[in-house]
């Protein structure tokens, strides 16, 4: 691991027993030890190890291997997601790379159980896979705004742990994270979107009617956190009011999910000293 | 236009009535007027000027502008498609790139007409789509191998123009690239892979077996490039035996692409001033 770091995120950042959302500073950088600049340079160094890392998982792909990375993220409006795929994940090659980002369900989805579009986007083997957002929506804004009955929201945690514990066991690391931002950061990243004409686009008006739902979302997430954080599929909490740790200790995450695959290269399927001759008179 | 081209690719690469494809150099670097080091740092400014435009795209796109870019990559293998894709494409960002790599028809697939696959994977608006080898397939190995009947064949040369003239009456801008590479280059790039226990995945012994083919290869492209180069969807031939030429020249292609579609950030679609007051309160 890169000396800045003291403590893993992996450790540090993992939702265990007792967990506490509201005990997170989401302007913290716990188990770094440096400033942003020196999160930089720690972001360029890791690109280079998580892309070497991908490819190792990607050629074993190609070669029959079964395994693969999820990661799943959430976070509320601004929290940082989009950047998180960009400066991460968009650093690998995205040849490896399956982005699924998952919007309000169309009609036709929510014809189905709330699982069935996720299945359906769940990474080939080989891939990191990333979602931006995902079946915890159906916990989150569906529980906050009771788009679903009741029991139906609290069936659907045990379904979740059910689906995911499924991916473990078909050879898939699923690696959840939460960027965790305060309401007043928020209001800053909103307020910078209306200040710049460039940014229009990123605002929705309903973003500031959801504001008005903060504690229901951070109770929302508190339950989703203690009930969904298994083994299998467990959560990380990462304080995001600072993007740029925010990105390290992502990043961070995945290069240690790789690193724990101990993927090698593959071996060839063909004859190599074979091919050499074959190549050379070709 | 960045100073160190001397005419635009768009030019100097378009393929046009008359065009030999033996008579291009794959190790030229036509229009440019630089080395490998002057590329190097093109290819970054670059990146910044692409990045900028697909992301005015992708805004667009989400307020509801149905246009987008679709890069149709093609070549013998080892051409550099793979690295033209992380390269070029993948220094953009991800959320707004739609990435498909057609490899073999399944069994399913076959079953369908030849342009069925593909018309399901053109890209969304807002959209940089990219084809990793395309519907070209099918008037390529298949005419080489002669994998369909002559007349099959025949008939596919009008049909993809009709189906790429579609696109382009949707709002989508079709770029057409093959990358052109000597058969020594191939050698030389298969032989590395042979070298390189990192790189044994990359390699297949049909690759061998396909070039000796080289010459139907290479007539079959001919073909094509004659028959499928239009007003709505253009061929450029890249020279590729010098990796950094072809990235610069496939960037400035999608550069030269954007800007033609003079994109603007969209208006905002709400009351700037009230959301602003509106979201202080908050």
Redesign the interface.
């Known amino acids: 691991m890169q000396k800045a770091w003291k403590t893993d995120p992996a450790d540090s950042l993992k939702v265990g027993p007792g967990f506490t959302l509201a005990d997170v500073d989401p302007a913290s950088t716990p188990g770094f030890k440096g400033d942003k600049q020196a999160g930089e340079s720690v972001l360029a160094a890791g690109a280079v190890e998580l892309t070497a890392l991908q490819q190792r998982l990607y050629?074993?792909g190609?070669?029959g291997d079964e395994r693969r990375v999820l990661l799943v993220l959430q976070g509320m409006d601004t929290s940082g997601k989009?950047g998180t795929?960009?400066h991460v994940?968009?650093m690998t090659?995205?040849?490896g790379?399956a982005?699924k980002?998952f919007k309000a369900p169309t009609a036709w989805e929510r014809r189905h159980d709330f699982l069935w579009r996720v299945a359906r986007q769940v990474p080939a083997p080989g891939m990191l896979g990333v979602f931006?957002r995902s079946h915890y929506e159906d916990v989150l804004i569906q529980r906050v705004h009771q788009m679903a009955p009741a029991a139906e929201i609290e069936r659907r945690y045990g379904a979740i742990n059910e689906f995911e514990a499924g991916l473990a066991d078909r050879g898939i690391t699923v690696l959840k994270v939460m960027l965790h931002i305060s309401p007043e950061e928020q209001?800053a990243r909103?307020?910078e979107r209306?200040d710049n004409?460039?940014k229009?686009?990123?605002?929705n008006?309903a973003d500031?009617t959801e504001?008005?739902f903060w504690n229901e979302y951070q109770q929302a997430y508190q339950i989703a956190l203690e009930r969904t954080s298994t083994e299998a599929a467990p959560w990380f909490v990462v304080p995001a009011d600072r993007k740029w740790f925010a990105r390290i200790a992502v990043q961070r995450l995945l290069v240690g999910a790789l690193q724990g695959l101990h993927l090698t290269?593959?071996?060839?399927s063909?004859d190599?000293a074979a091919?050499?001759k074959?190549?050379r008179k070709?």
């Open positions: 050629a074993r190609v070669e989009d795929v960009r994940v968009g090659h995205p040849e790379v982005l980002s931006n209001k909103l307020t209306l004409p460039e229009y686009w990123k605002y008006p500031v504001r008005g290269w593959p071996l060839p063909f190599v091919e050499q074959r190549l070709s």
